[in-house]
């Protein structure tokens, strides 16, 4: 069975300061997603950036970008220029590309880590 | 493009009563998922849908928990009898393999079981 693991339960950032969220995975599959989410208060999820993991090249959204590194199975979250709205807990999530009953796999989450900015 | 609605927002209930959520996926999406979210934690699903089908429903508690989706489209969660361990937020997702398999969350549904 697939697991993600989040280890930093809290973190901290200075605003317009950069951050790395920490990730790490483990599967036995080659074909899978890989997904950072972000969730405000309001508990809804909204999906920062994905990575496929058979593209080498790191996935990147304006100031969000990632470290992917499949041999080691570690895939962190770099924001950059960090706002007061990043404010957030941080969900890392893996999803199998196999197909079964005609859909793919559902989402594996890590436990978040939740992410402070400091004005 | 409508994003996944859900409802209703929030909802109180005793323990031992029933509640229901509702479910309408994004058009065209054919793989519907419930998860639970319990405060501190990450989403567990508890089932996914492929149009009217279940792909997977393992981690569904059946002796309480159901969950149907008819006609293919949209879905209802429903609890019955609740217990205080079900206080979570319920969150609706969908998605498709033709519009590139991110899955896309509804805004939940928050229950509080007293």
């Known amino acids: 069975a697939q697991t993600v693991t989040q280890s930093q339960p809290e973190m901290s950032v200075q605003e317009a300061e950069t951050v790395t969220l920490s990730c790490t995975y483990d599967?036995?599959?080659?074909?899978?997603?890989l997904f950072w989410y972000k969730q405000p208060p309001s508990r809804q999820m909204i999906l920062v950036i994905r990575q496929e993991a058979y593209k080498q090249q790191n996935a990147t959204e304006n100031r969000f970008s990632v470290n992917f590194q499949k041999a080691a199975k570690s895939f962190s979250l770099k924001i950059s220029d960090s706002q007061l709205g990043d404010a957030a807990m941080y969900f890392c999530?893996?999803?199998?590309?196999?197909?079964?009953?005609?859909?793919?796999?559902?989402?594996?989450f890590g436990k978040g880590t939740k992410l402070s900015v400091k004005p | 493009e409508a994003g996944v609605a859900q409802s209703p927002r929030y909802k109180i209930i005793e323990k031992r009563q029933s509640v229901a959520f509702w479910c309408n996926p994004i058009?065209?999406?054919?793989?519907l998922y419930w998860y639970q979210q319990i405060l501190g934690q990450g989403p567990k699903l508890l089932i996914q849908f492929q149009n009217n089908g279940v792909v997977d429903d393992s981690q569904l508690p059946k002796d309480r928990f159901s969950a149907e989706r008819l006609k293919g489209v949209d879905s209802t969660l429903k609890i019955q009898p609740a217990k205080l361990e079900d206080s979570a937020v319920y969150l609706c997702?969908?998605?498709?393999?033709?519009?590139?398999?991110?899955?896309?969350f509804g805004e939940g549904s928050w229950l509080t079981v007293v």
């Open positions: 058009s065209g999406h054919a793989t």
């Open positions: 997702a969908s998605s498709s393999r033709e519009f590139g398999n991110t899955i896309y």
């Open positions: 599967t036995s599959e080659s074909d899978y997603y």
């Open positions: 999530a893996y999803r199998s590309a196999s197909v079964n009953g005609g859909s793919q796999g559902n989402l594996i």
